[in-house]
Structure formats: structure tokens, C-alpha cells
């Protein structure tokens, strides 16, 4: 039954969604990191119902999404401190700097510098060149090896 009011003093219609309670069963499944349709699969939630509130409720959107992204937030803060190693008070290393998740993090953070992508396109996938002149593949073959042996290079490195 619908809530009764002056212009609908039967209370007749459909009983309006419980965005609060919906929010409290998806809360555990968004905190861990799945999208909002997955977690109300799980959460045993009407997609269908609640996706109208989501698309047209700033409220009730900026609650699912900050729960969702609090597992990103919590990823970015341990792979800082794994990259940063741990030091006591005096200044003795208890944990030393984890290169491979620095790698990793300008690999994410830094594309121009540090991805191991190669673009072979421009902005749009415009090639940057003319397939069919020899010179020009001869030339992106090299350089894609160089940067294989730089990448197996700074691989081996940091697993020692």
C-alpha cells in the first residue's frame, strides 16, 4: 500500500522502494568492490527498481558510489605504503621499498613514460604511418624489440 496523502487518500498504488534498506543490504557487496548491478544480484536487490533511484537521486547515486569505491581507496593507500617501505623511529628499514609495485603504478598512473603499451595508432586509431613501406615496419619492429629487452631487463632486476 502506498503512502496515504491529501491527493491520495486511499493510499492506493505501489508502496515506495526502501532506499535505506536497500542501501544496507548492498553496503557489504559495493565495499568489496562490485559494481552496483552485481552487487544487487548478490544482495538479492530489484536492479530494475532501484536503477530509476540511481539514475535520478544524487542522493541515494553518491551513497552507492562512495561505498563502491572504498575498496579503490584502501588499494591505493597499501600500494603507497608498499612503495614507500616502513622505516622505524630511529630510521632503520623494517621493509624495503617494493620496486615492482612502483613499476606497476607508473605503468598505471604515468602511460606516457612508464606503460609497456605501444601505440602503433594516433588519436582516434589513425595510423601513425603507412603499413606498406617497408622502412617504416622494419623500424617498429626494432623499436618494439628494444623496449621487449628494456622490459625483461628492469624484469629481472627487480626480482633479485
Known amino acids: 500500500m502506498a503512502k496515504v496523502t491529501k491527493t491520495n487518500p486511499q493510499g492506493a498504488g ?9 542501501i544496507r ?17 548478490i ?12 539514475n535520478n ?4 547515486r553518491s551513497e552507492i558510489e ?3 569505491t572504498k575498496v579503490n581507496i584502501i588499494a591505493r593507500q597499501n600500494i603507497i605504503k608498499s612503495i614507500q617501505g616502513a622505516t622505524d623511529k ?12 612502483s613499476f606497476e603504478w607508473l605503468d598505471r598512473m ?5 606503460s609497456k603499451r605501444v601505440e602503433l595508432t594516433g588519436p582516434q586509431g589513425i595510423p601513425l604511418f603507412n603499413e606498406d613501406n617497408p622502412k617504416v615496419l622494419e623500424t617498429v619492429l626494432k623499436t618494439y624489440d628494444a623496449i621487449k629487452k628494456w622490459k625483461d ?3 629481472d632486476n627487480t626480482s633479485e
Open 43 to 54: 544482495a538479492n536487490v530489484p536492479y530494475t527498481t532501484y536503477i530509476y533511484y540511481y
Open 153 to 155: 631487463d628492469v624484469s
Open 66 to 68: 562512495y561505498e563502491r
Open 57 to 60: 537521486d544524487d542522493d541515494f
Open 90 to 101: 630511529d630510521g632503520k628499514v623494517l621493509k624495503e621499498p617494493d620496486v615492482k609495485n
Open 14 to 22: 505501489r508502496t515506495p522502494a526502501d532506499i535505506q534498506d536497500a
Open 110 to 114: 604515468e602511460k606516457d613514460e612508464f
Open 25 to 41: 543490504k548492498l553496503k557489504p557487496f559495493l565495499q568489496v568492490g562490485y559494481s552496483f548491478w552485481k552487487a544487487c544480484q
